[in-house]
């Protein structure tokens, strides 16, 4: 059965990304930019993610001019690309730009996904419209030991403690991983 996973770095104190959407934070710790194979979700099928990790992941590695960089991370996977804009497109790359909620998408990114997995790859707003959506399945955080003053928040939702459930916790060499259940919003 397919599984929705937002699957994420963070640092300490609970932000994804700068005050400048910069991940240069995380690239910064030991191991940071080559994540330990055991935290990816293996059996990710397909990736999401919003316009701002999307330009980022362009702009840091320089994929308009070497598209070729664009299967480090994303492999052959589809990649749904939730934006308002016209965005840039690598040449070869499966990317399919969407619009709109989440829940409109949600038909035709399973269907892409077929048995495998969706991995929310970022950022912290569009999962919790996955979670509006009541199609996210598991929260996956791999935390840093940096603090940073401000910038993009986690997941800026109130998801209280009974929809949680603790799946694991250990050390990934400076990263605290923590996996969490994610119990569907109650009827009514």
């Known amino acids: 059965m397919t599984r929705i996973t937002f699957d994420t770095a963070t640092s ?7 005050e400048d959407n910069s991940l ?3 690239f910064a710790v030991d191991g940071g930019t080559t994540p330990d194979a055991e935290v990816l979700p293996g059996n990710a ?23 070729e960089k664009w299967q480090d991370f994303h492999g052959d996977r589809p990649t749904f690309v939730f934006t308002t804009r016209d965005l840039p497109r690598p040449e070869g790359a499966d990317i399919r730009f969407v619009s709109g909620p989440v829940a409109d998408a949600l038909p035709a990114i399973r269907e892409v996904a077929g048995d495998t997995d969706i991995w929310v ?13 009541g199609a996210l399945d598991e929260i996956a955080v791999s935390i840093a030991p940096v603090l ?9 939702r109130r998801l209280d403690s009974d929809r949680l459930r603790l799946v694991s916790a250990k050390a990934v060499g400076q990263f605290a991983r923590l996996v969490y259940a994610v119990s569907p919003a109650p009827a009514g």
Do not use: C, M, R
């Open 12 to 18: 300490l104190n609970g932000w994804i990304a700068d």
């Open 24 to 26: 240069s934070w995380l």
């Open 45 to 67: 099928g397909v990736l999401v993610e919003g316009s701002t990790t999307y330009e980022w992941v362009l702009a840091e590695s320089d994929i308009l001019a070497h598209p």
């Open 121 to 133: 790859v970022g950022g912290g707003d569009l999962a919790g419209q996955f979670l509006d959506a």
């Open 148 to 156: 940073l003053t401000g910038g993009a928040p986690l997941l800026p």
